[in-house]
C-alpha cells in the first residue's frame, strides 16, 4: 500500500496510450483557406456516414460500433421541453444553425456529387456523422497520412483517434493528461500531465480547450460545468474560467432612415468579424433571423474567448456610436472621425470601427443615443427569456436539494410564466440536459446584466461637439 510518502507511480511526461499514424482517421485541413476547410471537412463526415452504413463490413466497426448511437445531449438535437427551456437563448439560436446547416449541406450533396456517391448515406447517418465530428476530433499536422484532401496550407488537420477519445475534459488547470502528435515516433500520444498516484487518482482528464466556455462545451460536447453557484458540492477549481467569454447574443439595427446610411451599412461590412458580424439582407451565414422591415444591417456581437469580453465591450460602444453618429460627425475635416483623404476611404476604411470605439466621442446628444441603443439592446436580449437570472440560480440550487420549483420559488419566479419556470428537481439532475440547459441560461443572463453595467459605465460621459 502506497503511502503519503511514497514517490507516485506515474511520473509527469510518462506515455499513458498511444496510437500510430495508420490507426488516425484523418479528415480536414485546418489552416487552408475558408473553403478547403469547408470542404475537407465534409470529407470526414460523409466517410464516417458510409462506414456506419456498411455495418459489420466496415473495416472500421470496431472502432464505429463503440460511438455514441445518439448525439441527444447536444442542444441541436433537444427536442420538446428541453428545447423549450433553451428558448430566447444564444444556444438556441446557434442549435438552430447548426441543424439547418446540416440538413441543407446533405441536400447539397446529394445534388451535386457524381451520381451514386451519396446513394448509400441516409440523411440520418449524414447528421450523426456532422456530429461525431465535431465531438470527436483532435488537431494534428495536416502531412500525416490517413483519410486527407491536398491543401494549400497542409498544416494542419481533423483526426479521430480510437480510445483517446475516451478521455474526459477538465476545465482550467484541472486536467492531469496532455496529448500530442509525436512526429518523430508518428503517432498519438496522451502523457501524464502531472505526477499521478493512482491511489488517489480518479479519473484521467485531458483539456478540450483551456479557454472554451461553458456555452462552446455545450454546443460542441453537450455538456457544462457545474457553476460553484449552483451547486454547493462543486469546487471552484474544477469551474475554473469556464464562466469567462460565454456568449450573448446582442443586436443593434442599422436602420434605413438614419443619417449616412449607406456609408455607416459599408463600414460595418469591412469591420473586425472576431468580435461582431453584420448580418446583411438575405445573408444566411449569422444566426438566422430575418432582418426587420427598414433595417439595412443588424450587428450580432457576441464575446468569443479569443476577443475576450472587454473587447467586446468596446466594440459594442463603437458600433453603437457610428449608427447614433451625425453625418456632420463623420464627414466634417474638423471632426475627429474624420481620417480618411477621400469620401471613398471615408466609406470604407476599416480602421473607422477601431477608432470609434477607442478614442472617438461624439456630442452629447449623439452619445446619449448610443447609450439608449445600447441598453435597449441588451435589454431586449433579456426580455426573450421567460425567467429571471435570479429564479434560474434558485431552481439549480433547489435541485441539488431535491426540493420541486415552482413559480412560488421565490420573489423572482412571478415573473415566470413560461415553461422554464416550473421544472421538478429530478429533471434537473447533474449531466441532465434540462440542468445543461438551465446552467445556459442562467449564465447568459448573467453575463447580459454584467454587459449592461459595463457598457453604462463606458458610455456615460458627454463628449464634446465634434460637427
Known sequence: MMTS??????????????????????????????????????????????????????????????????????????????????????????????????????????????????????????????????????????????????????????????????????????????????DTADMFQIKAGQDLDPANVTDLTVTYGPTKSNAMLFQLYGFVMEPPEASPATTSALYGRVSQHNMVHVRLDLRSDVEAAASKLRALQVMDGNQCSAMLPGDVRALNYSLAPGVLASVCLTPRARAGFYNVVKTMIGVARLIAATKAELFSPKSKLAVWTTDAERAMHPGLLKHLRESARLSSESEAHAQ???????????????????????????????????????????????????????????????????????????????LRSTLLSNVNTPGQTTS
Open 5 to 182: 510518502d511514497s514517490v507516485p507511480c506515474i511520473k509527469i511526461g510518462d506515455a499513458l496510450a498511444a496510437m500510430p499514424s495508420w490507426g488516425e482517421l484523418v479528415g480536414s485541413i485546418r489552416h487552408g483557406t475558408a473553403e478547403e476547410y469547408r470542404r475537407t471537412k465534409l470529407c470526414l463526415t460523409v466517410w464516417l456516414a458510409e462506414e456506419r452504413e456498411r455495418g459489420t463490413s466496415s473495416p472500421w466497426h470496431w472502432f464505429l460500433s463503440g460511438l455514441p448511437t445518439s448525439t441527444g445531449n447536444l442542444p441541436r438535437r433537444f427536442t420538446g421541453h428541453d428545447a423549450q427551456l433553451l428558448e430566447g437563448s444564444m444556444a438556441a439560436l446557434l442549435a438552430r444553425k447548426y441543424v439547418e446547416g446540416d440538413v441543407a449541406t446533405y441536400k447539397v450533396l446529394v445534388a451535386e456529387l457524381p451520381e451514386g456517391m451519396m446513394a448509400g448515406v441516409a440523411e440520418e447517418a449524414y447528421v450523426w456523422a456532422s456530429d461525431i465530428n465535431t465531438m470527436r476530433v483532435f488537431g494534428t499536422p495536416g502531412t500525416r497520412p490517413g483519410l486527407r484532401i491536398a491543401s494549400s496550407k497542409p498544416s494542419s488537420a481533423r483526426a479521430m483517434v480510437p480510445l483517446a477519445d475516451m478521455f474526459n475534459h477538465a476545465h482550467g488547470s484541472a486536467y492531469n493528461c496532455r496529448w500530442k502528435f509525436n
Open 372 to 450: 439608449a441603443l445600447l441598453t435597449s439592446a441588451v435589454d431586449s436580449a433579456l426580455a426573450a427569456f421567460d425567467t429571471s437570472e435570479q429564479h434560474d440560480l434558485e431552481m439549480l440550487q433547489r435541485a441539488c436539494s431535491n426540493e420541486t420549483i415552482g413559480d412560488s420559488a421565490g420573489a423572482a419566479g412571478a415573473q415566470s410564466q413560461g415553461v422554464g419556470s416550473s421544472i421538478g428537481a429530478e429533471c434537473l439532475r447533474p449531466f441532465s440536459n434540462a440542468r445543461n440547459a438551465v446552467i445556459t441560461r442562467w449564465q447568459e443572463k448573467r453575463d447580459l446584466i454584467l
